[in-house]
């Protein structure tokens, strides 16, 4: 089914310009767009810059760009920049982004300012609205985020007012609550469970993901032009950018050739021959982090991006290095038996012992919280580490993840994310 066009109820994946923000096996280009209309000259913010920039397009010195027209009316004209300067002392009565959604074209989306209520449907997107400051204006939550280990991550998320799973909203619940948005799931749920239920009540539905390296610095931005907190995601976009930047830097000269064959595992506990293909954050990581990984090309399973290969498969291409992506473990675990049991599983496995890896020990395991959630440039850090010890030997990514925790989330650090 395909939702309904409404700027008021959208799957918002921040648009990204192929030219500003891509992504590929052996590098990132940690420069993106922010995709808002009034950010004249195509850059990561908007600021005074955007309205030099308009006054060369309607003075015909620059062409204008597809954001150009800051008030949509279909002119660039002093009406644009009188937007653009309402945008930047945060005097706007709302914000217009180009939007990509899931199942419709790219569209563009207008949400109302200000935003001072939000609900918060799942863990990576609570993370990221935690990270840029702006957990005080959460009034609602999924109940994921207070149950089991999380409430260990989000202690001050206890005692607020639930609104159903994240993949099975309570409509009701939310509407009680009078938000002006809802952020949920990219994917997760279904718009007939959300979006239509949630249509002429005037509360916005917000989707994105803060977990693929490639849109999540524009959707961290752009989250904080959305909750006036546009100095603290920037802040949080630098410090995950110092990291990306250096292992970009240091792995540029590193020929394909060279990289090591990697297998990643998307372990679950029936077996261990479920991995990610192109498209996949997992291999995404592992082009960052400078490996090759074998099922690149492969396709299978959710969205075509996590099939499942035959053992003797893997046996036949030799696998210098193993590393899973959903190990046991997070911020709640004291000690690393479960990581540990499975460590022994996969060097063990009558196809996986006969490879490379394996015979050599470089298994490695890691959890979701550092792969798939905003701390993907933790995972990063570690793959980077593993693949190329000699080359990161001053990189510590136990400390890049302890500063994140304690600067960006309030939270000391503990728990166990990584074996061995």
Same mark, same amino acid.
């Given at each position: 089914?395909?939702?309904?066009?409404?700027?008021?109820?959208?799957?918002?994946?921040?648009?990204?310009?192929?030219?500003?923000?891509?992504?590929?096996?052996?590098?990132?280009?940690?420069?993106?767009?922010?995709?808002?209309?009034?950010?004249?000259?195509?850059?990561?913010?908007?600021?005074?810059?955007?309205?030099?920039?308009?006054?060369?397009?309607?003075?015909?010195?620059?062409?204008?760009?597809?954001?150009?027209?800051?008030?949509?009316?279909?002119?660039?004209?002093?009406?644009?920049?009188?937007?653009?300067?309402?945008?930047?002392?945060?005097?706007?009565?709302?914000?217009?982004?180009?939007?990509?959604?899931?199942?419709?074209?790219?569209?563009?989306?207008?949400?109302?300012?200000?935003?001072?209520?939000?609900?918060?449907?799942?863990?990576?997107?609570?993370?990221?609205?935690?990270?840029?400051?702006?957990?005080?204006?959460?009034?609602?939550?999924?109940?994921?985020?207070?149950?089991?280990?999380?409430?260990?991550?989000?202690?001050?998320?206890?005692?607020?007012?639930?609104?159903?799973?994240?993949?099975?909203?309570?409509?009701?619940?939310?509407?009680?609550?009078?938000?002006?948005?809802?952020?949920?799931?990219?994917?997760?749920?279904?718009?007939?469970?959300?979006?239509?239920?949630?249509?002429?009540?005037?509360?916005?539905?917000?989707?994105?993901?803060?977990?693929? @390296?490639?849109?999540?610095?524009?959707?961290?931005?752009?989250? $904080? *032009?959305? =909750?006036?907190?546009?100095?603290?995601? &920037? /802040? !949080?976009?630098?410090?995950?950018?110092?990291?990306?930047?250096?292992?970009?830097?240091?792995?540029?000269?590193?020929?394909?050739?060279?990289?090591?064959?990697?297998?990643?595992?998307?372990?679950?506990?029936?077996?261990?021959?479920?991995?990610?293909?192109?498209?996949?954050?997992?291999?995404?990581?592992?082009?960052?982090?400078?490996?090759?990984?074998?099922?690149?090309?492969?396709?299978?399973?959710?969205?075509?991006?996590?099939?499942?290969?035959?053992?003797?498969?893997?046996?036949?291409?030799? @696998?210098?290095?193993?590393?899973?992506?959903?190990?046991?473990? $997070? *911020?709640? =675990?004291?000690?690393?038996?479960?990581? &540990? /049991? !499975?460590?022994?599983?996969?060097?063990?496995?009558?196809?996986?012992?006969?490879?490379?890896?394996?015979?050599?020990?470089?298994?490695?395991?890691?959890?979701?919280?550092?792969?798939?959630?905003?701390?993907?440039?933790?995972?990063?850090?570690?793959?980077?580490?593993?693949?190329?010890?000699?080359?990161?030997?001053?990189?510590?990514?136990?400390?890049?993840?302890?500063?994140?925790?304690?600067?960006?989330?309030?939270?000391?650090?503990?728990?166990?994310?990584?074996?061995?």
């Amino acid at each position: 089914m395909k939702m309904k066009r409404s700027s008021e109820f959208v799957m918002l994946l921040i648009a990204l310009c192929a030219s500003s923000c891509a992504i590929c096996s052996s590098s990132l280009a940690f420069s993106y767009t922010l995709n808002i209309f009034g950010n004249a000259n195509m850059d990561d913010a908007i600021n005074e810059s955007d309205i030099a920039y308009l006054e060369d397009v309607i003075a015909g010195r620059s062409p204008a760009t597809e954001l150009s027209d800051a008030n949509l009316d279909g002119i660039v004209d002093g009406k644009d920049i009188e937007q653009v300067e309402r945008l930047i002392d945060g005097t706007g009565e709302q914000l217009t982004l180009k939007a990509y959604t899931i199942y419709e074209e790219l569209m563009n989306v207008t949400i109302p300012m200000p935003v001072e209520r939000i609900v918060v449907l799942n863990l990576a997107c609570a993370e990221s609205v935690r990270g840029i400051k702006a957990q005080d204006k959460i009034v609602g939550v999924g109940s994921s985020l207070v149950e089991g280990a999380n409430r260990d991550f989000f202690p001050e998320m206890i005692d607020l007012p639930t609104v159903g799973k994240w993949s099975e909203p309570d409509i009701e619940a939310i509407i009680s609550l009078n938000p002006d948005i809802v952020i949920a799931d990219l994917r997760t749920p279904d718009p007939e469970k959300l979006e239509d239920k949630l249509e002429g009540t005037g509360i916005t539905v917000v989707r994105m993901g803060f977990t693929y @390296p490639d849109y999540s610095s524009s959707e961290i931005m752009a989250l $904080g *032009y959305i =909750l006036d907190r546009k100095d603290d995601a &920037r /802040e !949080l976009n630098s410090f995950a950018g110092k990291y990306s930047d250096l292992i970009e830097e240091r792995l540029s000269s590193i020929a394909e050739s060279e990289r090591p064959r990697v297998y990643p595992i998307y372990y679950t506990s029936a077996d261990l021959w479920k991995t990610g293909s192109n498209g996949s954050i997992v291999d995404m990581l592992c082009g960052l982090a400078g490996g090759e990984n074998i099922a690149h090309d492969l396709t299978g399973g959710t969205g075509g991006m996590y099939p499942t290969v035959d053992p003797e498969w893997v046996v036949g291409e030799n @696998p210098q290095i193993i590393f899973t992506w959903s190990s046991p473990g $997070g *911020y709640s =675990l004291a000690n690393d038996s479960a990581m &540990r /049991e !499975l460590w022994t599983k996969i060097v063990q496995a009558p196809e996986l012992s006969r490879v490379d890896a394996a015979k050599d020990e470089r298994v490695h395991l890691m959890t979701t919280e550092i792969t798939s959630r905003p701390r993907w440039f933790v995972g990063l850090s570690y793959l980077a580490k593993w693949f190329y010890p000699e080359k990161f030997l001053d990189l510590d990514p136990e400390a890049i993840h302890k500063e994140y925790l304690e600067r960006f989330q309030g939270l000391e650090y503990q728990g166990i994310f990584v074996y061995p």
